[in-house]
């Protein structure tokens, strides 16, 4: 299945509390399990201002009725198109 990286514009995200993070979370992964198997979250990576989602989806389609239901920014979606890590270099 295709990977996307969705970066998210969420001012002040960096400075919300654990708590607050695990109610966003979790918002997500029920709305992951209404849509079915058709898209995975992977892992998130949160700045100050920005999330950046790593998915598993068929298409940006399925992103953004992700987001939508979700009511979290999708502003940015980017196909992943190689893996690059240390290993690379040999």
């Known amino acids: 299945m295709p990977k ?8 002040g995200v960096g400075k919300l ?5 695990r109610e966003i ?4 992964v029920a709305v992951l399990k209404e849509m079915g198997v058709g ?3 992977l892992h998130s ?3 100050g201002d920005k999330v950046y989602c ?3 989806a ?3 389609a399925t992103i953004l009725e992700h987001a939508r239901r979700t009511g ?3 502003n940015r979606i980017s196909a992943v198109r190689r893996l690059l890590d240390p290993t690379s270099a040999e």
């Open 45 to 47: 990576y949160v700045t």
């Open 25 to 28: 979370s979790q918002k997500s």
């Open 17 to 21: 509390s654990d708590a607050q993070l």
């Open 72 to 74: 979290l920014p999708a």
């Open 39 to 41: 898209i995975q979250w």
């Open 54 to 56: 790593v998915y598993l």
């Open 58 to 60: 068929p298409d940006e």
């Open 4 to 11: 996307f990286v969705i970066e998210r514009d969420v001012p």
